[in-house]
């Protein structure tokens, strides 16, 4: 009887004791990231058959096991992983959208300078200061484009280091989590129980890799696990670690990609199999946002660029300078200079595949001025053999042809705003990537020979009208316009038109005549006749097919008498005129982009909204997320977390298990005591 009360106490003495233990490490790792509680779990040891029956031989510890939970953990993960996301997703595209929207430093107050300068010299033509006051303020506008090109640049930059610390601290977190697999294999085939607090080092480090990118387990027999990321992408297998690699993008060699290790390599991954975590929020904000602002923005400063170098083409200067031919040898009225469309082939292209080119195509005339059809998106050009196909990567919208001519032909009846050519036939599996506007906004200038002569501002219209100084008639002649194609019309100027019995003749033999932007009608002869109606426009049709026809235009209004004439000129000593720049200041409020749907100022507020719009969805988002977040480790934390007040409790009861035993201990000692006494007698 003693020694089963001995046993029972010493049994007893020890679980008391392995759960002091064990309350004192929860307590101590109460604050230690990453900690589960642990408890003791104890079995009574089997009875011993007496002739009363059974007798309890005590207790002992089966094991001390982690109080824990696979989903709630999983939950967690998965919460983690996209609140980093949305942190750094709204932490990315707030500095775009402060950039953008700023009173000051944004877009807007430039534009807004540039065209009151623009006001002021259609106000003055002839006034010097006016127009280097003009100078000065185009030079703040491409300025002001070049600045924010340059930061957004300068973000990309910003997010290729981010991606490889990124990919530097995923890598190392799988090597460890590839090492502790090794360990607690190795720890729980040795002993058949648990190696919690390695288990719990390895939950932390997995959620902490949840903070980088979105990671999922699978556990093996053995007691590792197996980290995948993206779609399936093995990147730890048990003891072994795969890792990620930085490289560079075979479609886009200016981009930074994430790839996984292989045996051959490194293996692209495509972007979208990368979600969640601080590494999907950055390549999330760089393909959805910086990419959209900066192509938009680019398209701004094309547009600009575009529209008002074509309305200065139609123009002269105020040393008499114009298209019209012969123009002066080197004269050039472009106001502002631009980059082409930049094309990128993939690095995966066939041997000898030939180069790939693009070029804006001229701003198209709209109600006497311009627009652009520019789109804020990158273009993909593919070719199969067969065919060749461009994807406008924005919608995924196609135009497939047999070649690069009959591919042309497709782009001028749904106008892009540029044009495409190659050096040669483009062979199967050729892939090119063409951003027209991604890199624009760096790229704009002040031609640098206004800067040098103010003088040089096409501010006057190259052509002037009058009536003659004969005529017996009511009638009388607008001003005049030009538009493209007006400069193959010099050698017809000047130009006597005469009034005969409801007929307007003594055009030029062979000029091509468009009444009210009708199809245009050959002159035969000096004798041929155009039927006159009272403020009909009259456009002499100068080079190319435009439509409506393009070329020197005017009006008579009135009622004219035989014999009536009217005068086309060029507009020599026209120092005063500023009708060609106060086209250009129209142009502040027209619909100039988008196809004709909004202005600059309209086009630019629709970026700022949109960029705003996002900001904001991330940061709501971003703020759910964190609530998730919240919840889902509160849950995790009320089944795992260290309890103080619990811990303590269980102090109390161990502790008064132990004094308990130790009392039954020393009850043994005496009666053994008591038994001896009696045999020694």
């Given at each position: 009887m003693g020694s089963g009360i001995l046993g029972a106490g010493v049994s007893g003495l020890l679980a008391a004791q392995h759960g002091l233990q064990t309350t004192e490490h929860n307590i101590a790792n109460a604050s230690t990231p990453g900690y589960t509680r642990q408890r003791v779990i104890q079995g009574s040891n089997a009875g011993v058959m007496t002739g009363s029956g059974f007798l309890g031989q005590g207790t002992h510890v089966a094991t001390i096991e982690r109080v824990y939970s696979r989903f709630l953990t999983e939950q967690v993960d998965r919460s983690q992983s996209g609140a980093s996301q949305l942190d750094t997703y709204a932490a990315q595209i707030k500095q775009i959208d402060n950039l953008l929207a700023d009173s000051n430093a944004g877009l807007s107050p430039a534009l807004q300078a540039f065209f009151d300068g623009v006001a002021?010299?259609?106000?003055?033509?002839?006034?010097?200061?006016?127009?280097?006051?003009?100078?000065?303020?185009?030079?703040?506008?491409?300025?002001?484009?070049?600045?924010?090109?340059?930061?957004?640049?300068?973000?990309?930059?910003?997010?290729?280091?981010?991606?490889?610390?990124?990919?530097?601290?995923?890598?190392?977190?799988?090597?460890?989590?590839?090492?502790?697999?090794?360990?607690?294999?190795?720890?729980?085939?040795?002993?058949?129980?648990?190696?919690?607090?390695?288990?719990d080092t390895r939950d932390f480090l997995v959620a902490e890799l949840n903070q980088l990118i979105r990671a999922k387990t699978s556990a093996n027999g053995d007691g590792s696990i197996n980290v995948f990321v993206g779609n399936g992408q093995q990147l730890v297998v048990g003891s072994q670690s795969i890792g990620l690699a930085i490289t560079v993008s075979a479609s886009d060699p200016s981009r930074l990609v994430v790839g996984l290790k292989s045996g051959a390599g490194v293996q692209e991954m495509p972007e979208s199999l990368i979600d969640g975590g601080a590494l999907g929020g950055l390549l999330a904000f760089r393909s959805e946002s910086l990419d959209r602002v900066s192509s938009d923005l680019g398209r701004s400063a094309v547009s600009l660029a575009q529209t008002l170098n074509a309305q200065s083409a139609l123009g002269q200067d105020l040393l008499g300078q114009s298209l019209l031919s012969p123009p002066p040898s080197g004269f050039t009225p472009a106001l502002f200079t631009v980059g082409e469309p930049g094309v990128r082939?993939?690095?995966r292209n066939p041997a000898g595949s030939p180069t790939v080119s693009a070029a804006f195509t001229t701003p198209l005339p709209f109600s006497g001025n311009f627009y652009t059809d520019l789109a804020a998106s990158d273009y993909r050009l593919t070719s199969d053999g067969a065919s060749v196909t461009l994807t406008r990567l924005a919608d995924k919208r196609q135009w497939t042809a047999a070649d690069m001519a009959a591919l042309d032909v497709q782009l001028q009846s749904e106008p892009q705003g540029f044009s495409v050519a190659a050096s040669g036939q483009l062979p199967a599996g050729a892939s090119y990537l063409i951003q027209p506007t991604r890199d624009a906004a760096r790229k704009i200038a002040l031609n640098p020979a206004l800067v040098a002569d103010p003088r040089l501002i096409p501010a006057a219209a190259p052509i002037r009208t009058a009536a003659g100084t004969a005529n017996t008639g009511a009638a009388r002649i607008s001003p005049g316009s030009v538009g493209p194609g007006y400069e193959a019309l010099g050698t017809a100027l000047p130009l006597t038109v005469v009034y005969d019995n409801g007929q307007l003749r003594n055009f030029p033999a062979g000029t091509r005549v468009s009444i009210d932007g009708g199809a245009?009608?050959?002159?035969?002869?000096?004798?041929?006749?155009?039927?006159?109606?009272?403020?009909?426009?009259?456009?002499?049709?100068?080079?190319?097919?435009?439509?409506?026809?393009?070329?020197?235009?005017?009006?008579?209004?009135?009622?004219?008498?035989?014999?009536?004439?009217?005068?086309?000129?060029?507009n020599t000593g026209a120092t005063a005129d500023g009708r060609n720049v106060l086209a250009l200041a129209q142009l502040q409020t027209l619909d100039t982009m988008s196809g004709r749907t909004a202005s600059f100022q309209e086009s630019y507020a629709q970026l700022v909204s949109e960029n705003g719009n996002r900001t904001r969805q991330a940061q709501i988002g971003g703020e759910a997320q964190k609530a998730l977040l919240k919840q889902a480790r509160e849950s995790r934390d009320s089944l795992s977390g260290v309890n103080l007040d619990e811990e303590a409790a269980n102090l109390i009861r161990y502790q008064q298990a132990y004094q308990a035993s130790a009392k039954a201990l020393q009850i043994a000692t005496s009666l053994f005591d008591t038994i001896l006494n009696i045999a020694a007698r």
């Amino acid at each position: 009887m003693g020694s089963g009360i001995l046993g029972a106490g010493v049994s007893g003495l020890l679980a008391a004791q392995h759960g002091l233990q064990t309350t004192e490490h929860n307590i101590a790792n109460a604050s230690t990231p990453g900690y589960t509680r642990q408890r003791v779990i104890q079995g009574s040891n089997a009875g011993v058959m007496t002739g009363s029956g059974f007798l309890g031989q005590g207790t002992h510890v089966a094991t001390i096991e982690r109080v824990y939970s696979r989903f709630l953990t999983e939950q967690v993960d998965r919460s983690q992983s996209g609140a980093s996301q949305l942190d750094t997703y709204a932490a990315q595209i707030k500095q775009i959208d402060n950039l953008l929207a700023d009173s000051n430093a944004g877009l807007s107050p430039a534009l807004q300078a540039f065209f009151d300068g623009v006001a002021q010299v259609a106000a003055n033509p002839s006034h010097l200061p006016s127009r280097q006051t003009m100078i000065s303020s185009a030079q703040g506008l491409s300025a002001r484009y070049q600045s924010l090109g340059t930061q957004l640049a300068q973000m990309y930059d910003g997010i290729n280091g981010e991606l490889r610390d990124s990919v530097k601290a995923i890598n190392s977190y799988a090597e460890q989590i590839a090492r502790l697999n090794e360990q607690i294999g190795v720890a729980q085939a040795a002993t058949g129980h648990s190696a919690n607090d390695l288990l719990d080092t390895r939950d932390f480090l997995v959620a902490e890799l949840n903070q980088l990118i979105r990671a999922k387990t699978s556990a093996n027999g053995d007691g590792s696990i197996n980290v995948f990321v993206g779609n399936g992408q093995q990147l730890v297998v048990g003891s072994q670690s795969i890792g990620l690699a930085i490289t560079v993008s075979a479609s886009d060699p200016s981009r930074l990609v994430v790839g996984l290790k292989s045996g051959a390599g490194v293996q692209e991954m495509p972007e979208s199999l990368i979600d969640g975590g601080a590494l999907g929020g950055l390549l999330a904000f760089r393909s959805e946002s910086l990419d959209r602002v900066s192509s938009d923005l680019g398209r701004s400063a094309v547009s600009l660029a575009q529209t008002l170098n074509a309305q200065s083409a139609l123009g002269q200067d105020l040393l008499g300078q114009s298209l019209l031919s012969p123009p002066p040898s080197g004269f050039t009225p472009a106001l502002f200079t631009v980059g082409e469309p930049g094309v990128r082939a993939d690095n995966r292209n066939p041997a000898g595949s030939p180069t790939v080119s693009a070029a804006f195509t001229t701003p198209l005339p709209f109600s006497g001025n311009f627009y652009t059809d520019l789109a804020a998106s990158d273009y993909r050009l593919t070719s199969d053999g067969a065919s060749v196909t461009l994807t406008r990567l924005a919608d995924k919208r196609q135009w497939t042809a047999a070649d690069m001519a009959a591919l042309d032909v497709q782009l001028q009846s749904e106008p892009q705003g540029f044009s495409v050519a190659a050096s040669g036939q483009l062979p199967a599996g050729a892939s090119y990537l063409i951003q027209p506007t991604r890199d624009a906004a760096r790229k704009i200038a002040l031609n640098p020979a206004l800067v040098a002569d103010p003088r040089l501002i096409p501010a006057a219209a190259p052509i002037r009208t009058a009536a003659g100084t004969a005529n017996t008639g009511a009638a009388r002649i607008s001003p005049g316009s030009v538009g493209p194609g007006y400069e193959a019309l010099g050698t017809a100027l000047p130009l006597t038109v005469v009034y005969d019995n409801g007929q307007l003749r003594n055009f030029p033999a062979g000029t091509r005549v468009s009444i009210d932007g009708g199809a245009p009608q050959v002159i035969a002869s000096t004798a041929s006749g155009v039927a006159y109606t009272s403020g009909a426009s009259i456009t002499l049709v100068g080079a190319g097919n435009t439509t409506p026809p393009s070329g020197v235009s005017f009006s008579i209004s009135g009622l004219p008498n035989n014999g009536d004439s009217f005068v086309l000129a060029r507009n020599t000593g026209a120092t005063a005129d500023g009708r060609n720049v106060l086209a250009l200041a129209q142009l502040q409020t027209l619909d100039t982009m988008s196809g004709r749907t909004a202005s600059f100022q309209e086009s630019y507020a629709q970026l700022v909204s949109e960029n705003g719009n996002r900001t904001r969805q991330a940061q709501i988002g971003g703020e759910a997320q964190k609530a998730l977040l919240k919840q889902a480790r509160e849950s995790r934390d009320s089944l795992s977390g260290v309890n103080l007040d619990e811990e303590a409790a269980n102090l109390i009861r161990y502790q008064q298990a132990y004094q308990a035993s130790a009392k039954a201990l020393q009850i043994a000692t005496s009666l053994f005591d008591t038994i001896l006494n009696i045999a020694a007698r």
